[in-house]
Structure formats: C-alpha cells, structure tokens
T-cell receptor, first 111, second 115 residues
Framework: GESVGLHLPTLSVQEGDNSIINCAYSNSASDYFIWYKQESGKGPQFIIDIRSNMDKRQGQRVTVLLNKTVKHLSLQIAATQPGDSAVYFCAESSGNTPLVFGKGTRLSVIA | DGGITQSPKYLFRKEGQNVTLSCEQNLNHDAMYWYRQDPGQGLRLIYYSQIVNDFQKGDIAEGYSVSREKKESFPLTVTSAQKNPTAFYLC??????????????FGSGTRLTVV
C-alpha cells in the first residue's frame, strides 16, 4: 500500500540554528499533509498542516514546504531551541481517509 | 478544558486476558481513531469511527475490537488473540473524517505491557 516515510531517522542541531526535517510520500492522490511533534511518553501535538493546493505555509517559527512534483514535504524550524527536541512525524491523507504516519525523525538540540 | 482523555496511563495484561483501554473526548468531534506505536516506529491505525454506531478496520485490526455507542467514547479492547500487544496506544479525534483544520487531537496514550 501507500506509505509515508522520512529520509533521516535522527537529526542533531546546535541551539539557535535552523532545522530541516524531510518527508517523502508515495501516494500521488494525497491532498492533505500535517506535521506532529511527539515528546517522550506523550501523544503527538499538531504543529502545522498544508493542503495540496499550496506549496508553502508558515507558522510561528515553523514553515512547511510541499513539492508535489517529487512528492516531498519538509518542516523548517527557525532558531531551534532545546524545547524543540522531540520526534517529528509527517502524515498524509487523501479525501476522507485516516491519516497515514511516517516513522518519525528524532530531533536533538545541542546546547 | 476541552480535550481527549485516555485511561489508564499504564496497563499490565497477563497472557490470555482481554483488556479494555478507555478513550473519552469532550470536543464534540464526530471521528475517533486508535493507533498503535511500537518503539522507534510510527503510528499504525487499528480502528476508526467516523460516526456513532459505525467503525472500520484499520491496517492492524486483528486481535482488537472497538465500540462506538456514544459520540464521546471509543473504547479499545485488546483480546487474547493479539499475540504481541505490548505497545503504546494512542487515541485521537477529529471534527469530521475529512481534513478539519488542525488535524487530529491526540490523547496522552496508554502503555500496555504483557506480564
């Protein structure tokens, strides 16, 4: 079946630097994408979402980029802080189907 | 505060036992979901419900059962037929089964361990 995955399982960045977390998806029918942050022992928290009719969306310190040509999604975190350390998941769906999650990338922020 | 509550936080199951995980939401969301998360893994869909008294199997439904008798509640039963139930179980809800703004709201999870 279709799947969503991430290029890198772990990412370490210096505090204050920008972070980029990547995600590849294979379902060309996907029309909704979302990024979640999960801290240890907790449920995922919504970060930002984007629909397929957009290629960029910005939030507070975060930007999501969508490249439908190569089926690629990325999450950019500006001025990464220690509190950003967590596992980040991308997820996608098409129509009314439930979200399909990738395996996640662990972001570690080095003080 | 509106939210989604899972209980218990930790649950231990003996071999051959059925156990039920609770999930309650007061967000007035129509759709609810159960995901399973194994260490270092993503979330895999067990069951979902788009409306009261209706639910569908997800990718890994074998060994699990659910009910949706009330809009607010979506309990998950892990039966003895589930041979490897040790995992972190996450319940979520959404406004509708379509993509409402903000995606899913997740509970804080139940960690199930077989002893």
């Amino acid at each position: 079946g279709e799947s969503v995955g991430l290029h890198l399982p772990t990412l370490s960045v210096q505090e204050g630097d920008n972070s980029i977390i990547n995600c590849a998806y294979s379902n060309s029918a996907s029309d909704y994408f979302i990024w979640y942050k999960q801290e240890s022992g907790k449920g995922p928290q919504f970060i930002i979402d984007i629909r397929s009719n957009m290629d960029k969306r910005q939030g507070q310190r975060v930007t999501v980029l969508l490249n439908k040509t190569v089926k690629h999604l990325s999450l950019q975190i500006a001025a990464t802080q220690p509190g950003d350390s967590a596992v980040y998941f991308c997820a996608e769906s098409s129509g009314n189907t439930p979200l399909v999650f990738g395996k996640g990338t662990r972001l570690s922020v080095i003080a | 505060d509106g939210g989604i509550t899972q209980s218990p936080k930790y649950l231990f199951r003996k071999e051959g036992q059925n156990v039920t995980l609770s999930c309650e939401q007061n967000l007035n969301h129509d759709a609810m979901y159960w995901y399973r998360q194994d260490p270092g893994q993503g979330l895999r869909l067990i069951y979902y419900s788009q409306i009261v008294n209706d639910f569908q199997k997800g990718d890994i439904a074998e060994g699990y059962s659910v009910s949706r008798e009330k809009k607010e509640s979506f309990p998950l039963t892990v039966t003895s037929a589930q041979k490897n139930p040790t995992a972190f179980y996450l319940c979520a809800s959404s406004i509708t089964s379509g993509q409402g703004a903000g995606g899913y709201t997740f509970g804080s999870g139940t960690r199930l361990t077989v002893v």
